[in-house]
Nanobody, 123 residues
């Protein structure tokens, strides 16, 4: 069993930055790939970034590549998402998730979810 708790959301102006953090707990967190997804109002949940289990290879959605950075601290069991050059279209609830699969972008493959944190980007 893995528990995930997100923090760090809020209101930010376009062009600004915000850092989200996902605190993971459980006996086998290091065996899971940890991802961030987001869901905007009226839209489906979409993949943002992942840090794989093991060496922590990073993958990003095209929409955030070059602006967002995912980082993982296995000693602290945290996975952060640094979000830079934010745009109004980045407004969404951001979710942390975990899967035993090495790499997948599908939300249906995720085994555990946090409750999410809202990021609102004003224009």
């Amino acid at each position: 069993q893995v528990q995930l708790v997100e923090s760090g959301g809020g209101l930010v102006q376009a062009g600004g930055s915000v850092r989200l953090s996902c605190a993971a707990s459980g006996p086998t967190v290091s065996l899971y790939s940890i991802s961030w997804f987001r869901q905007a109002p009226g839209k489906e949940r979409e993949f943002v970034a992942t840090s794989t289990r093991g060496v922590g290879v990073k993958y990003y959605a095209d929409a955030v590549k070059g602006r967002f950075i995912i980082s993982r601290d296995n000693a602290k069991n945290t996975v952060d998402l640094q979000m830079n050059s934010l745009k109004p279209e980045d407004t969404a609830v951001y979710y942390c998730s975990a899967t035993g699969q090495y790499y997948t972008r599908s939300s249906t493959d995720m085994e555990y979810w946090g409750k999410g944190t809202l990021v609102t980007v004003s224009s």
